[in-house]
Structure formats: C-alpha cells, structure tokens
C-alpha cells in the first residue's frame, strides 16, 4: 500500500460516512499504485536551465507536453475515463468519443496538460467540457508527472517562485497549507509539487490585499483546522488546512478529495475551483 492509499485509509476511518460516496477515489489510488512507467521518463535540461527558467517566471510545463506519450498515460488517463463515467453516466457518449479520438492518435497527453494555469488545450475535447478534462486530467497525470519532475524538487530554492501556478507542470493549484512557521504553501495535485506563496494574495487572480478575501467557516461543518479560502474578485476558492492545529491531516491531495462538504459550501455560494470534485461533476 501506498503513502496516499495509506492517508486515504486513515481519512474514511475519520470521516465514515464518506466512504460510499468516495469510493472512485480510493480505486484511483488503487490503478496509480498498480503503475509503473513503461519507458524511462525524465527531463532534459540541467538544474541550470530549471533555475533560469523559474527564475524567469516560467514552470517547467513544456517538459511534459515533450516527453509523454500516449502509451504513457493510457492505463492511467483509461482508469480516470471509468471513474468519471460512474460519477456522471450522462458523459458516457463523449468519453466513448475521447476514447476513440485517443486511440486514432487525435487526442493525447496534450489535451490533459496545464496550459496558463488552466488545464488541457481547450475547453472542449471530444465534446467533454472543462470540468470533466480537468477531472481526468487530476485522476490520471499525477503519477507519470511525479516521476517526471521528482528530480526538480530539491532544485526550487525558497524565495525563487512567487506564481500561483505550479512551477513545474504549470497546474492551478489544489490546496492550501498553513505550515508550521505560519506561512502558506500551495500544493499542485496534477504533479505532486509544492511552493510556498503569499498569504494574502488570490493565486487565481493575483489581486492581494485581505479585503479581498473571504474565509467560509459555516457552523454546520465547523472542523477545527480546516478553512474554504475564497476570492471576492475572481470567485476562486481553495480549501486550507491549519497543520499547526491539525497535526493529524494527510497530505493535501487527500484532504481535498475527503472534503466534498467543503465544497458543497463553496458552490452554494457562487465559488469555482480550476479541479472540480466530484460533487461539481455530478448531477
């Protein structure tokens, strides 16, 4: 068993009645696990060319779009399809048209891969809206684009990027943590990668200031630690989880998925988020 199966374990032990409801993400955990890349995946540049490039503003994104491959991804992107057709049978025609546009060649990786902080090459592929792309993109990619960028990690100095983006596949982020000093780091669910960032700027819009916040804490799911962060600009939100106060939560990605009544919260109020969850998915 995995670290996130683990965390995912000890998440549903918290949190019962979620169990049925979440299920298509413990089987997602499950086919990651069960992966393992069919070619060597790895990033050309040196760490040089890495620092230049953050240096310069710019994630390492276009390693990705270089190096996968269809056959890389396709048991992972095939597994992420059967998730989404559970959680939304309506989409059943268009993931049978993806499918079959993916196995002609005419769609591929690409579709799925951050581009300006918005995920896939357009809203619509193979007449899958954006909600759904970015679903599968978040159900399939992280595996190959851990192993892709795991050499970068140790590489990105603190201080040396300041987007709301991730600064190695170029991915909106997916969560929030208040780390142990107080500061805030983002985390990106697509590839795995963290980094530090502003406490009080909106990572979707960069409109900073704490005017333009909002923090949902509804008393109907108060739980000590956890907080939805929301921009009044752009209407953006990210869920945040308080270490300091909550030294028992799993990592980020399994926050998040374990917390649809967040969520839930959140869209009742008019804020959108770049990876939706499942209940933005179903109907």
């Not at 992966?35 to 390693?63: H, K, N, Q, V, Y």
Request: one cysteine or more.
């Amino acid at each position: 068993m995995t670290d996130l199966q683990e965390a995912w374990a000890d998440l549903l032990r918290r949190r019962p009645a979620f169990r049925d409801t979440l299920a298509i993400y413990g089987d997602v955990l499950e086919r990651w696990a069960r992966w393992s890349p069919p070619r060597p995946l790895a990033l050309s540049p040196s760490p040089a060319a890495w620092r230049a490039a953050w240096d310069s503003g710019t994630p390492l994104a276009a390693e990705a779009a270089r190096v996968l491959r269809a056959a890389d991804v396709e048991d992972l992107v095939g597994a992420a399809m059967d998730a989404l057709a559970r959680v939304e049978p309506s989409l059943g025609p268009a993931l049978q048209r993806f499918a079959e546009a993916w196995d002609g060649g005419a769609v591929g990786p690409t579709a799925l891969l951050p581009e300006r902080g918005r995920i896939g090459a357009g809203s619509d592929v193979a007449g899958l809206g954006a909600d759904a792309i970015a679903f599968l993109a978040g159900a399939s990619l992280r595996p190959a684009l851990e192993a892709l960028y795991g050499p970068a990690r140790e590489h990105l100095g603190e201080g040396v990027w300041s987007l709301g983006v991730c600064p190695f596949c170029g991915g909106p982020p997916g969560f929030t943590d208040v780390v142990e000093d107080g500061r805030r780091r983002l985390a990106c669910h697509l590839c795995g990668g963290a980094w530090l960032f502003a406490k009080l700027r909106c990572p979707f819009c960069g409109v900073d200031g704490a005017a333009h916040l909002a923090r949902l804490t509804p008393d109907e799911a108060r739980e000590e630690g956890y907080v939805i962060s929301a921009c009044r600009e752009c209407r953006g939100y990210m869920k945040e989880v308080d270490r300091r106060a909550r030294w028992n939560a799993g990592p980020a990605l399994v926050e998040d998925w374990g917390s649809p009544h967040f969520d839930l919260i959140a869209h009742r109020q008019g804020y959108w988020r770049p990876i939706p969850s499942i209940v933005q998915l179903a109907r």
